[in-house]
């Protein structure tokens, strides 16, 4: 079944056009990747099924127009979305910021907050630390645990190994891969690192200067070394 | 000087109310609120008119005052703040030609003639020897009483650490599902109440007259560019300093009254321009 379809999507920042006619569709429960360079449109993306940036196109959730709704409205449907730069709060404790993310989901806090502790015991164990003096892995893991706070039906996660050490990106690979196959998510994942997003992804689409030059299995993708050609551009 | 320190106590207690309002608004909304002062003007003219005019009670005065502060901040907010959309050079100055209207309006409906506010509560008490009315107890008690009740529902509640979320972080907060818009609005009506009541208190502590708008403007700066954005502790401290600094200054030297206030305002800009209690701003 279709969770998510976007139809010839294009993303404006102004008059600068950062995403050109993206059409891309994902079914439930599954786990895809999109992947391209530094200011391929990767987090436009995201920020644009997210309502945040000006789009024309449009994004379809469980077959209904979402285009056009405020991003709180997308995330009360059941999208949550840990983006590129984490966007905590910095001057709240690491509990605050969670239940800041249980806004749309005030009857599961007790359950979703249980989730996310057996998901990064860390978190309990830092409960009260403020996420300003958090480390980078920390803040990755107040992020996907805020975005899940909400009980989502689909997660949106924006290159989340940026910074990671080799070790921690292959716990993040875990998790991702749980909340997919044990928790039922659907999941997205934006990488610059090709080599992660295929030890996690399902399918993949490679984002070039805002198109969709490519997509297909890791398979389809690494007979025709289109991975390295898109990043060398060979 | 036991005078100084209970009436600097009491002053203070009704200074941190009056600040407060104007915290939220620059924290959260980010704007500085130059019409903050019609608030006070608007929420004592309109006690004054239900109590001393109509003679209602004076819990229909406390009620309508801070009513009338709320849909004013709820007004300014859909009207102005919304409209001019993040442009803060022309949201202050079309807030500050707003508080010169009300002020107009004002002289139109009551006269320019300053008007006293009948004591909410009448009396006096002696405490160790200094003479304190209950008036200025009253408001001071229920000013406090107020802001306790502000940290508790700002640190609490749902919607509390929804409006601390937006003040941090706007982006994180849309995204945990929270509408900043929706937040700012609720934050202009609290500020707008919060004004009114304090506009009550403070022209029992003084006078009504159209111009009362300037003075808790000023004061309400201060507080803020001292105790830094954001900070409910910032705000309480720094009203404390300002008002003994107001009692102990004018029991020495009237006239001075204003300008230790001032001098510590541009003191702190310079040497500490993120306040003495506010955060580097982090991005
Ligand atoms: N707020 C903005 N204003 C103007 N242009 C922007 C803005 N955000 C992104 N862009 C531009 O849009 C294009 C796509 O940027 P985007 O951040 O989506 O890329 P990305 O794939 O996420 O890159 P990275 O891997 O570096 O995060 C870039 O050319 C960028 O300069
Ligand atoms: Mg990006």
Redesign the pocket.
């Given at each position: 079944m279709l969770v998510l379809e976007i139809e010839n999507l294009s993303a404006f920042?102004?008059k600068?056009q950062?995403l050109r006619e993206v059409s891309l569709t994902v079914n439930e429960g599954e786990c895809i990747a999109i992947v391209?360079?530094?200011?391929?449109?990767?987090?436009?993306?995201l920020d644009s099924i997210m309502g945040l940036v000006k789009t024309r196109g449009t994004v379809r959730l469980h077959g209904e127009d979402i285009t056009g709704l405020r991003c709180a409205q997308i995330v009360k449907r059941g999208v949550g979305y840990a983006p590129?730069r984490f966007n905590l709060f910095p001057h709240m404790t690491v509990r605050d910021n969670l239940l800041v993310g249980a806004f749309t989901a005030r009857n599961e806090i007790a359950k979703n907050l249980d989730a996310v502790h057996r998901l990064f015991p860390r978190l309990a164990e830092r409960e009260n630390q403020e996420t300003s003096t958090q480390s980078g892995g920390e803040r990755q893991m107040v992020s996907l645990g805020r975005a899940l706070m909400s009980s989502p039906n689909v997660l949106l996660v924006?290159?989340p190994t940026i910074g990671l050490a080799p070790k921690v990106c292959g716990e993040l690979a875990k998790v991702l891969q749980r909340l997919s196959k044990e928790m039922g998510l659907t999941v997205i994942v934006?990488e610059?690192n090709a080599n992660f997003a295929i030890s996690l992804a399902e399918r993949l689409y490679v984002?070039e200067g805002?198109r969709i030059t490519a997509q297909g299995t890791a398979a389809d993708l690494s007979k025709d070394d289109i991975l390295a050609k898109s990043y060398f551009g060979a | 000087m036991t005078q100084i320190l209970i009436q600097g106590m009491l002053l203070s207690g009704l200074y941190a109310l009056i600040a407060m309002g104007f915290m939220l608004i620059f924290s959260i909304g980010r704007t500085l609120n130059l019409a903050y002062g019609a608030y006070l003007l608007v929420g004592g003219y309109v006690y004054f008119w239900l109590c001393q005019q109509m003679g209602l009670p004076q819990i229909v005065g406390f009620a309508g005052a801070v009513t009338a502060g709320v849909l004013m901040g709820l007004l300014k907010h859909r009207l102005i703040v919304k409209t001019l959309n993040g442009d803060h050079v022309a949201i202050e100055i079309s807030t500050l030609i707003l508080a010169v209207v009300l002020q107009a309006g004002v002289v139109l409906l009551f006269g320019d003639s300053s008007k006293i506010l009948l004591p909410i509560v009448p009396g006096v008490v002696t405490v160790a020897g200094a003479q304190v009315t209950f008036n200025i107890l009253t408001a001071t008690l229920i000013s406090w009483a107020v802001i306790i009740g502000l940290y508790l529902y700002i640190s609490r509640t749902h919607t509390g650490r929804a409006m601390q979320a937006v003040s941090m972080d706007a982006k994180g907060a849309a995204l945990s599902g929270v509408d900043p818009d929706r937040i700012n609005l609720i934050t202009w009506g609290i500020s707008g109440g919060l004004g009114a009541l304090g506009g009550v208190f403070f022209a029992s502590y003084t006078q009504l007259y159209p111009g009362m708008w300037v003075a808790p403007l000023i004061i309400s700066v201060a507080v803020v560019i001292v105790g830094g954005i954001g900070s409910i502790l910032g705000t309480l401290v720094v009203a404390h300093i300002v008002g003994f600094m107001e009692v102990g200054v004018s029991s020495w030297s009237p006239e001075l009254r204003g300008v230790f206030t001032m001098i510590l305002i541009v003191a702190v800009l310079v040497l500490r321009p993120q306040g003495l209690f506010g955060r580097e701003e982090t991005h």
């Amino acid at each position: 079944m279709l969770v998510l379809e976007i139809e010839n999507l294009s993303a404006f920042y102004g008059k600068a056009q950062a995403l050109r006619e993206v059409s891309l569709t994902v079914n439930e429960g599954e786990c895809i990747a999109i992947v391209g360079a530094n200011g391929a449109g990767k987090s436009t993306l995201l920020d644009s099924i997210m309502g945040l940036v000006k789009t024309r196109g449009t994004v379809r959730l469980h077959g209904e127009d979402i285009t056009g709704l405020r991003c709180a409205q997308i995330v009360k449907r059941g999208v949550g979305y840990a983006p590129e730069r984490f966007n905590l709060f910095p001057h709240m404790t690491v509990r605050d910021n969670l239940l800041v993310g249980a806004f749309t989901a005030r009857n599961e806090i007790a359950k979703n907050l249980d989730a996310v502790h057996r998901l990064f015991p860390r978190l309990a164990e830092r409960e009260n630390q403020e996420t300003s003096t958090q480390s980078g892995g920390e803040r990755q893991m107040v992020s996907l645990g805020r975005a899940l706070m909400s009980s989502p039906n689909v997660l949106l996660v924006d290159e989340p190994t940026i910074g990671l050490a080799p070790k921690v990106c292959g716990e993040l690979a875990k998790v991702l891969q749980r909340l997919s196959k044990e928790m039922g998510l659907t999941v997205i994942v934006t990488e610059q690192n090709a080599n992660f997003a295929i030890s996690l992804a399902e399918r993949l689409y490679v984002l070039e200067g805002g198109r969709i030059t490519a997509q297909g299995t890791a398979a389809d993708l690494s007979k025709d070394d289109i991975l390295a050609k898109s990043y060398f551009g060979a | 000087m036991t005078q100084i320190l209970i009436q600097g106590m009491l002053l203070s207690g009704l200074y941190a109310l009056i600040a407060m309002g104007f915290m939220l608004i620059f924290s959260i909304g980010r704007t500085l609120n130059l019409a903050y002062g019609a608030y006070l003007l608007v929420g004592g003219y309109v006690y004054f008119w239900l109590c001393q005019q109509m003679g209602l009670p004076q819990i229909v005065g406390f009620a309508g005052a801070v009513t009338a502060g709320v849909l004013m901040g709820l007004l300014k907010h859909r009207l102005i703040v919304k409209t001019l959309n993040g442009d803060h050079v022309a949201i202050e100055i079309s807030t500050l030609i707003l508080a010169v209207v009300l002020q107009a309006g004002v002289v139109l409906l009551f006269g320019d003639s300053s008007k006293i506010l009948l004591p909410i509560v009448p009396g006096v008490v002696t405490v160790a020897g200094a003479q304190v009315t209950f008036n200025i107890l009253t408001a001071t008690l229920i000013s406090w009483a107020v802001i306790i009740g502000l940290y508790l529902y700002i640190s609490r509640t749902h919607t509390g650490r929804a409006m601390q979320a937006v003040s941090m972080d706007a982006k994180g907060a849309a995204l945990s599902g929270v509408d900043p818009d929706r937040i700012n609005l609720i934050t202009w009506g609290i500020s707008g109440g919060l004004g009114a009541l304090g506009g009550v208190f403070f022209a029992s502590y003084t006078q009504l007259y159209p111009g009362m708008w300037v003075a808790p403007l000023i004061i309400s700066v201060a507080v803020v560019i001292v105790g830094g954005i954001g900070s409910i502790l910032g705000t309480l401290v720094v009203a404390h300093i300002v008002g003994f600094m107001e009692v102990g200054v004018s029991s020495w030297s009237p006239e001075l009254r204003g300008v230790f206030t001032m001098i510590l305002i541009v003191a702190v800009l310079v040497l500490r321009p993120q306040g003495l209690f506010g955060r580097e701003e982090t991005h």
